[in-house]
Structure formats: C-alpha cells, structure tokens
C-alpha cells in the first residue's frame, strides 16, 4: 500500500472521533511525521486532548504517555528519578514519562518555567540528562502539547528556547453548529474514542516518517524557504526573529504535508500555507507591534507577500 493511503487512513481514524478539524489534522499529523512536535493554543474544550488521544490511539505498538501540568510540577515527575535500592544498596533509575512515543504535555503553560525546561533537552535532542547521565529517547518521541491563551489565570508563557523547539503551532477553534451538534450526538453513551481502533502500526508509521525525507524539495524552494524565514531578522516589527530551526522545520513539515496530498514533490502553496504555523510562535515582536495589535501571523502573512515566489 503506497504511503499516501497509509497517511490517509491514519488521518480518516483521527477525524472519525475529532469533528469540524480536518484542516488542522491534517497539520498536526504532518508534524508527527516530519519528526517535530506541535503546540496546540485554544480555549478551554475545544478538543485539544481528544486529539492527541484519539492520535495515539490510532496506532498500534507505541507507547502514549499524558502528563497534567500543574504549578507544583516538578521537573523530576516528567524526566524520572533515582531511588535507592535498599536490597541492593545502589541507586536504581525510575523512568518518567517522557520515556515514551508520544506524549501529551496538557497545559504545559500552568506549570513554572523550571519544570517547562525540563522538556528543552529532550525535544531538542532526544536525549535527557539526569543526575549526570544521559539517557536516549528511543522510538518515535512526539510531543503534543496543549496550553490556553496566556492571558487565563494561573498560566505562565513558555519562555522563548521553549517555543522554538515546537515544530508548529496550531489553533483548533471552534466547529461549525452542525458539528457540534454531531458531536453531542457521539457523546451521547460514550466518548467515540473509546472504541477508536488502531488503523496503523509503529512500522508503518516509521515508514511514513522515511517516505516524507523523499518528498522532492528543489533547490528554489530552500531558498525560498530562507528568504521567508531570514525575512523575520529584518523586519520592524520583530524584536526577536526565526532562527535555522524554523527553516529546517518548514522544509520537513512541507514534505510530510505533501505526503498526505498525494504529491512527489512539494510546491511553493504548500509552504505558503504551513509557514505561519511554524514561524510566528517563534518570534518575539517589538513592543510597539503589540500595542499596535499587530501579531505574528500577520508579520508572515506580509512577508508571503513580499518575498518572490520562485517559478
């Protein structure tokens, strides 16, 4: 079976139990399968949790791990800790739950920007060091996080390291009446992801993480894709612009993006369409842009406009 219809179907399941998201399914499966994590922004029940859930449960053989983040989180609940043995009078290591596949980070931003950074090493290099020693992260390790709107009570913003190791950013929002009137109908015995069956496995899925490398990228489009990223440094709005990692991530969503299109090679609308999901949570604006009303999207949207667009 050819890897478009592998991705298809994976995306067919998730969308079963997630109404009115397809769009945004779409991007975060991309995400996965480009090797980056993702970061979901929204208000309060709006299915932030149930995707990441029903992503999990979608696929067979791997791990899932959830962490609630609260203010007295600490780091050692998410990395692990060292207990000592009294039979054995040694120190014997209890993994954390970052030990996983995929992991769900829900309201990162509730917990204390300490706690937060104990996520810094192992999204960055899928690595973590505890007392001293280094422990690899095996397997697929994806993170999907959910945090709400800064401006809700008793949440703190994920510093700027943090927000640069997430591949993308996306919003669910609201569904349309309709579809929300279909998901009172799913939920009227019991939550549909209950009886979610696992359409693919971890082989097929490391498949589809390889199959999205050979997606053709052209030499135009890398410098494409760095002019619109170099565009952030420059602009009078931004205090803090993109680094290399958000071209780096550009590129590999774009190529995952185009796998579940059905397409060889991807094209200059794809990255038009992803980039202000994976460049403006990087930046940080200028303190005049913000009183201006001006956000980051909007920054990216202009610079779309104002960087040629290779033929």
């Known amino acids: 079976m050819s890897s478009t219809a592998t991705a298809s179907r994976l995306e067919n399941a998730v969308c079963s139990v997630v109404r009115g998201q397809s769009e945004v399914i779409r991007r975060v499966l991309a995400c996965m399968i480009s090797g980056g994590h993702v970061l979901l ?5 709006t299915g932030k949790t149930t995707l990441a859930k029903a992503i999990a449960r979608a696929i067979s053989g791997t791990t899932f791990k959830r962490v609630q983040f609260t203010p007295d989180l600490l780091p050692s609940d998410i990395l692990g800790i060292s207990i000592l043995d009294q039979k054995l ?7 954390g739950p970052i030990f996983t596949d995929v992991l769900l980070a829900d309201e990162i931003n509730r917990a204390s920007p300490r706690t937060q950074s104990a996520l810094l090493e192992a999204m960055g290099e899928r690595q973590a060091t505890i007392d001293g020693k280094r422990h690899d992260l095996d397997g697929v390790f994806f993170v999907i996080a959910t945090q709400n709107p800064v401006e809700f009570r008793g949440t703190y913003p994920l510093p700027e390291a943090q927000m640069d190791r997430f591949a993308m950013q996306c919003s669910l929002g609201y569904v349309s009446v309709e579809d929300e009137a279909a998901i009172l109908a799913d939920q009227a015995e ?38 619109l990223v170099a565009g952030t440094r420059g602009h009078e709005s931004v205090q803090l612009a993109a680094s290399p990692r958000a071209s780096l991530a550009l590129m590999k969503v774009s190529q995952a993006f185009a796998l579940f299109h059905g ?36 920054i990216v949207a202009d610079l779309i406009t104002r960087t040629e667009v290779p033929v």
Not at 41 to 45: A, I, S
Not at 89 to 95: A, G, H, K, N, T
Not at 193 to 206: A, C
Request: proline share 7%; glycine share 4%.
């Open 190 to 227: 019991k939550h549909p992801v209950d009886f979610l069956e696992p359409v693919i496995n971890r082989e097929e899925l490391v498949q589809l993480m390889e199959a999205a490398k050979r997606v053709r990228f052209s030499e135009e489009l890398r410098h494409y894709t760095v002019a």
């Open 263 to 298: 397409e060889d090679f991807v094209s200059p609308e794809i990255i038009q369409t992803l980039a202000a999901d994976v460049i403006a949570h990087r930046m940080v604006l200028a303190p005049e842009a913000k009183f201006s009303g001006i956000s980051g999207r909007q």
């Open 41 to 45: 922004e929204d208000f309060p029940g």
């Open 89 to 95: 009078q040694e120190f014997r290591f209890l993994p």
